[in-house]
Structures are given as C-alpha cells and as structure tokens.
T-cell receptor
Framework: GNSVTQMEGPVTLSEEAFLTINCTYT??????LFWYVQYPGEGLQLLLK?????DKGSNKGFEATYRKETTSFHLEKGSVQVSDSAVYFC??????????FGKGTRLHILP | NAGVTQTPKFQVLKTGQSMTLQCAQD?????MSWYRQDPGMGLRLIHY???????DQGEVPNGYNVSRSTTEDFPLRLLSAAPSQTSVYFC???????????FGAGTRLSVL
C-alpha cells in the first residue's frame, strides 16, 4: 500500500546549521509530494510541493527534490533560524486523490 | 481571508457526552475532510466529503458522524465521547483538481 516514512524527531540544531529531514515513500503510480509545516498552536500549512520526478519544490529557503529512483523527498535548508522551529510533515497524494501523511518531525532550533 | 475556520478551539467533555465540532470554509472548496492528530501517529483521516450531500469514511471513522448539507460547512459529531477520542482535530479543504489542502487551526479536545 501507499505510505510515507520520515525521520523520527525531535531534531535539535543550532541557529545557522544545515538541516535535512529525510522522507521516503511507497506508492503506486506517480504521486505528488508535499512538505507541510505546523507552527505551535496552528494548523498545517503547505511549505512546498513537487508533482513529478526531478521537480524541486522550494519556499522560505527550504528545498526538496522529488527523486523517483530512490523514492525520496528529503527536506533541506542551508541555514536554519529560530523561527523555523515547528513540526514538519511529509505527505503524498495519489492518483485516486488519497492524501497520506508521515508522522511528523519536530524541529527545535537553539539561538 | 477567513479560509478554514474551526470552533471551538478547546473543549473538555465527560465520557458519554456528545458534541459537534464545527468547520466552515469560505473558499468554495468542494472537498473537505476531518483528521485527528495524536502524538507519534501523524494525521489520520476520519471522514471526508467530495461535495454537498456526499460523505465517506476515512481511516478511523468509528465514533464519529458527519454530514454535508452545504458547500461551506462540514461538522463532525461525537455521539458518545470516550477518552480515546482525546486528540487535536483538524478540518481541511481543497479545491477541485488541486491536491494541496488548506487546514483550520484545530480543536483541542479532552475527554475525561
């Protein structure tokens, strides 16, 4: 079946460090891939997306590349800020319109 | 821009009580859904609707009812609350042909 696996947290980094949050998926067909972010006390909001292989989604300094050969969509940022502290969810959307979320990765950035 | 509005933000119930979580969106989205978020479990789909008058079950529908009489509103009903329903509930919507979902701010529910 379809599934999303992302690295367990929490992840704790110092400000200006490099961030990678791993995400791999299992899906039939050609899913769309997403990263959502949830700030404390809020709902999820879209961070970036990619709809086909080799697409790179980017927003607010975050990037993720849709890698079909490794079924991955890892989230990266070159220099994190305290304001990036949040929970990050990897998700996929299948051709039958089902949306599947990973379990989320909590990120703490220390000043 | 109201987007997706959920009420209440917090609620405490006693076991066996019933209540309705409200969700409204002003974006004319056909697709709406309810999720629950539990620690270590991510988001799990409870019920969803592809348009007014049409609803279907998601991954964890037991103990919850929904209806969709208008495009704007998609209430979630707990008929007899149980401690296992203590969770944070999110409503989401999306336009046709688009896979990005728009989430409300959530309702934090505690069942004692």
């Amino acid at each position: 079946g379809n599934s999303v696996t992302q690295m367990e947290g929490p992840v704790t980094l110092s400000e200006e460090a490099f961030l990678t949050i791993n995400c791999t998926y299992t899906a039939t067909g050609y899913p769309s891939l997403f990263w959502y972010v949830q700030y404390p006390g809020e709902g999820l909001q879209l961070l970036l997306k990619a709809t086909k292989a080799d697409d790179k989604g980017s927003n607010k300094g975050f990037e993720a590349t849709y890698r079909k050969e490794t079924t991955s969509f890892h989230l990266e940022k070159g220099s994190v800020q305290v304001s990036d502290s949040a929970v990050y969810f990897c998700a996929l959307s299948t051709s039958d319109d089902k949306i599947i979320f990973g379990k989320g990765t909590r990120l703490h950035i220390l000043p | 821009n109201a987007g997706v509005t959920q009420t209440p933000k917090f609620q405490v119930l006693k076991t066996g009580q019933s209540m309705t979580l409200q969700c409204a969106q002003d974006m004319n989205h056909e697709y709406m859904s309810w999720y629950r978020q539990d620690p270590g479990m991510g988001l799990r789909l409870i019920h969803y609707s592809v348009g007014a008058g049409i609803t279907d079950q998601g991954e964890v529908p037991n103990g919850y009812n929904v209806s969709r009489s208008t495009t704007e509103d998609f209430p979630l009903r707990l008929l007899s609350a149980a401690p296992s329903q203590t969770s944070v509930y999110f409503c989401a919507s999306r336009p046709p042909g688009e896979r990005v979902q728009y989430f409300g701010a959530g309702t934090r529910l505690s069942v004692l």
